[in-house]
């Protein structure tokens, strides 16, 4: 199966065609993908080199000029590095722009540190107005960057990883969907989490509501999922652990209920290894899953039951 990053030049290719509005900048990162499409809109296809800052200021100079610039790197060149640019050349500036990443929180391992960025979203959460598609499939990956070139003039952060589910959900570009429906907790499973958290659900009892667009955050969804399954909420994330506790806790700020936040540690990694293998060491993997899902579910029926 394609990536989701495979999906990005040809979707983009197709974009460029359709819409004179469209934009895409680089930072000398998967420039070879858009030789093509850079021969028929050389204008519109614009290599930074590499220079991440500029990369966010050239896309917003392109948005006051009306167009909708799509700016790509890896996560770490795009949200960490030029942090600043996305908060005053766009944010302060109040224009909008689409930010597609690559490499997610380490799916290149062997790039080290530099290459991982475990909390961009969190970082992003700083600022105001920021819509936030995490896809878990090629085919949403695809979706949810039509939705985002479409979203007028907004800031929106696509975030692409090489971690997949095996078949494609659904997705709008705003509410979660519900996957599996249970009477004893609330599991929301984040983009290429699901097939992970639906293994290790098994069996239990739970409701799993599937998240490609965590921000804004759908509360209704689960305010309405809490009303048929206990106010217990698990958050599988596969980005900084508790990114979206905070959000969570508001969506039921008004009725007794406990979340846990599952998702990358802070603990740096300092063994490259394989992407799997950081899966497991952060408690991703299906098996560390139901144990800690289990265990803070059993938490609370002991509790209730004193």
Same mark, same amino acid.
């Given at each position: 199966?394609?990536?989701?990053?495979?999906?990005?030049?040809?979707?983009?290719?197709?974009?460029?065609?359709?819409?004179?509005?469209?934009?895409?900048?680089?930072?000398?990162?998967?420039?070879?993908?858009?030789?093509?499409?850079?021969?028929?809109?050389?204008?519109?296809?614009?290599?930074?080199?590499?220079?991440?800052?500029?990369?966010?200021?050239?896309?917003?100079?392109?948005?006051?000029?009306?167009?909708?610039?799509?700016?790509?790197?890896?996560?770490?060149?795009?949200?960490?590095?030029?942090?600043?640019?996305?908060?005053?050349?766009?944010?302060?500036?109040?224009?909008?722009?689409?930010?597609?990443?690559?490499?997610?929180?380490?799916d290149w391992p062997a790039g080290g540190y530099t290459h991982m960025a475990p909390g961009d979203v969190a970082v992003l959460d700083t600022l105001d107005g920021w819509t936030v598609h995490v896809p878990g499939h090629p085919d949403e990956a695809e979706t949810l960057l039509r939705h985002?070139?479409?979203?007028?003039?907004?800031?929106?952060?696509?975030?692409?990883?090489?971690?997949?589910?095996?078949?494609?959900? *659904?997705? /709008?570009? &705003?509410?979660?969907?519900?996957?599996? #429906? +249970?009477?004893?907790?609330? !599991? @929301?499973? $984040?983009? %290429?989490?699901?097939?992970?958290?639906?293994?290790?659900?098994?069996?239990?009892?739970?409701?799993?509501?599937?998240?490609?667009?965590?921000? *804004?955050? /759908?509360? &209704?969804?689960?305010?309405?999922?809490? #009303? +048929?399954?206990?106010?217990? !909420? @698990?958050? $599988?994330? %596969?980005?900084?652990?508790?990114?979206?506790?905070?959000?969570?806790?508001?969506?039921?700020?008004?009725?007794?209920?406990?979340?846990?936040?599952?998702?990358?540690?802070?603990?740096?990694?300092?063994?490259?290894?394989?992407?799997?293998?950081? !899966?497991?060491?952060?408690?991703?993997?299906?098996?560390?899953?139901?144990?800690?899902?289990?265990?803070?579910?059993?938490?609370?029926?002991?509790?209730?039951?004193?």
């Amino acid at each position: 199966m394609d990536t989701m990053r495979d999906r990005f030049a040809p979707t983009m290719a197709r974009l460029l065609d359709e819409d004179p509005r469209v934009a895409v900048v680089l930072a000398e990162i998967g420039v070879a993908a858009f030789d093509e499409v850079t021969s028929r809109h050389p204008d519109r296809v614009i290599n930074v080199g590499i220079r991440e800052q500029l990369l966010i200021g050239a896309g917003a100079g392109l948005a006051l000029t009306g167009l909708r610039p799509v700016i790509h790197t890896f996560a770490s060149f795009l949200v960490e590095r030029p942090f600043e640019q996305v908060k005053l050349d766009l944010g302060h500036q109040d224009v909008g722009a689409v930010l597609v990443s690559a490499a997610a929180s380490f799916d290149w391992p062997a790039g080290g540190y530099t290459h991982m960025a475990p909390g961009d979203v969190a970082v992003l959460d700083t600022l105001d107005g920021w819509t936030v598609h995490v896809p878990g499939h090629p085919d949403e990956a695809e979706t949810l960057l039509r939705h985002a070139v479409a979203a007028g003039d907004d800031k929106v952060y696509v975030r692409l990883s090489d971690q997949s589910n095996a078949e494609p959900l *659904p997705v /709008d570009g &705003a509410g979660f969907h519900t996957v599996r #429906e +249970g009477r004893s907790g609330v !599991v @929301v499973a $984040v983009g %290429p989490t699901l097939d992970a958290v639906l293994t290790a659900t098994e069996g239990l009892d739970v409701t799993v509501l599937y998240a490609t667009t965590v921000r *804004p955050f /759908d509360s &209704a969804a689960l305010r309405a999922a809490t #009303e +048929g399954a206990g106010t217990d !909420v @698990v958050l $599988v994330e %596969p980005y900084l652990a508790g990114t979206s506790t905070a959000v969570a806790n508001d969506a039921l700020t008004d009725v007794p209920h406990r979340v846990l936040g599952l998702g990358v540690g802070r603990r740096e990694l300092r063994r490259y290894g394989t992407a799997e293998e950081h !899966v497991a060491a952060h408690g991703l993997d299906a098996g560390s899953l139901r144990e800690r899902i289990s265990g803070f579910l059993a938490g609370a029926r002991v509790a209730v039951t004193l």
